[in-house]
C-alpha cells in the first residue's frame, strides 16, 4: 500500500460546490456599483413591503370574516 493520501484524489462534492459559490460570489462582490442596482434594490424592497403588508392585511381579514361568519357555522 502506498503512503499517499488519496483524499484529494476525487474531491467531495460539497467542496467543489462550495468553491463554485464561493468564486461566483466572490465576483459578484468585486462589481462596482451601477445604475442597475438602484432600481433592483427598489423592486427587492417594495416586493418586500407588499408581501409583508399582504400577510398582515390576510391575518386580520381572516379573523374578522371568522367574526362574521361564525354564528352561521353553529
Do not use: K, W
Not at 19 to 35: N, Y
Request: aromatic fraction near 10%; include cysteine; proline fraction near 5%.
Amino acid at each position: 500500500m502506498s503512503d499517499q493520501n488519496c483524499e484529494d484524489d476525487y474531491p467531495a462534492p460539497h467542496r467543489s460546490a462550495l468553491a463554485g459559490r464561493e468564486r461566483r460570489l466572490s465576483e459578484i462582490d468585486g462589481v462596482p456599483f451601477s445604475r442597475f442596482h438602484a432600481p433592483t434594490c427598489l423592486v427587492a424592497g417594495v416586493g418586500l413591503f407588499t408581501g409583508t403588508y399582504d400577510i398582515f392585511a390576510v391575518g386580520i381579514a381572516v379573523t374578522m370574516i371568522g367574526y362574521v361568519y361564525s354564528d352561521q357555522l353553529e
